[in-house]
């Protein structure tokens, strides 16, 4: 099996200072802030192309975190209030309020192109083939639906959901359309599948059956997924457990969830996160078909350490017990910056860990 991109990476990196500093001024001068964008885009760029990456992404320098893409893009979110969450850190008993998100109070409205805004640049100065990130549908109605107002207007998740669905696939066809080489889907809210204290959550805050909104789930990111099917077009999605300021918010491997969604989900590439003890063991890649590739998360962006190459090496020769060595890759478990801050390390470190990550798929596959 030819697989592209041994050495891959989740998309977002560190803002560089300059840039968080034009972002955060309270009078931002928008011309000047989008041409510290185009500066520190370029810079990334040809870091990536130096430490010899096939595939290249802006860093999300454009967005405000992650999803800003299309929070940003579309009109409906009262970002004043929020669904409160706690949030762990990376040293026992170490917690934080999680990010707000905002609250979904009127019918959704699209005002601009999602990625507009950041594609067409991509398409000039990318050195090689383009990776493009888009949050999950699933994303919204676990964090933006609220009983009492988001109601109003949704009658329940589902309603939301297949309203967001409509959005991100319009989104994802043009982009196969327009010779993006590789599309994620970026969808950390399967972990609340996977963590009992998240399953109990559905049931209380969401007021349903957490087997059946999986389900539903899956088959939303497969529409999606089915709309930019293209030959030339690598479909990929990458599930986490929380990524904010170096901080997670759920824990436990991807076991109660593995069968259903690994089986069915209609992707090329799962990008799973196994850089420590919270993401359970390797056995749960036993229910991917044998026809996709998985990239193993094993470079934690959450702290600043160096992992060793061999004890890298080491985990994707366990994980090549379960799951073909020649249907594997290798990336970060998740992005530096999910959020503007991002996590508590350096961009040396960042690039650091890039430059292990990109020796150490030319040391295992060549």
């Given amino acids: 099996m030819a697989v592209p991109y041994r050495a891959d990476h989740v998309g977002s990196f560190l803002r560089p200072k300059q840039l968080l500093e034009a972002r955060r001024a309270d009078a931002p001068n928008t011309e000047r802030l989008h041409e510290i964008e185009d500066q520190s885009i370029l810079c990334a760029l040809a870091k990536q192309k130096e430490l010899g990456f096939q595939i290249f992404t802006d860093g999300e320098f454009r967005r405000s975190n992650f999803m800003g893409d299309f929070t940003e893009a579309v009109e409906g979110f009262n970002f004043g209030e929020g669904i409160a969450r706690t949030w762990s850190g990376q040293q026992p008993g170490q917690r934080m309020q999680g990010p707000v998100r905002g609250i979904i109070t009127e019918k959704l409205r699209v005002v601009r192109r999602l990625t507009g805004h950041e594609l067409p ?116 999605i990458h599930l986490c457990r929380g990524n904010a300021r170096s901080h997670w918010y759920a824990e436990g491997g991807y076991d109660a969830v593995a069968e259903k969604l690994f089986s069915t989900l209609e992707v090329d590439r799962f990008l799973l996160e196994y850089d420590d003890a919270r993401s359970g063991t390797f056995e749960p890649l036993r229910f991917i078909p044998r026809d996709k590739v998985v990239v193993l998360g094993l470079i934690s962006s959450k702290v600043a350490q160096l992992e060793k190459q061999d004890d890298v090496i080491r985990r994707i020769d366990e994980a090549a017990k379960f799951f073909p060595l020649e249907n594997l890759a290798l990336s970060p478990q998740c992005g530096f910056a999910s959020v503007l801050d991002g996590n508590a390390l350096s961009e040396d470190e960042q690039w650091a860990k890039m430059q292990l990550v990109a020796d150490t798929a030319r040391r295992v596959w060549g």
């Fill in 121 to 236: 640049f991509m398409k000039q100065h990318s050195p090689g083939d383009v990776k493009m990130t888009l949050p999950s549908a699933t994303q919204f109605p676990s964090i933006a639906f609220k009983f009492g107002v988001t109601d109003k207007v949704y009658k329940d998740h589902s309603a939301l959901l297949w309203d967001i669905v409509e959005i991100i696939k319009g989104e994802m066809v043009r982009l196969a359309s327009e010779g993006v080489n590789y599309i994620q889907i970026d969808a950390p809210r399967y972990s609340y599948y996977m963590d009992p204290k998240w399953r109990d959550w559905i049931r209380e805050n969401m007021r349903t059956d957490p087997e059946g909104a999986l389900s539903e789930a899956v088959k939303a990111d497969n529409a999606c997924l089915k709309a930019a099917r293209k030959p030339g077009v690598t479909l990929a």
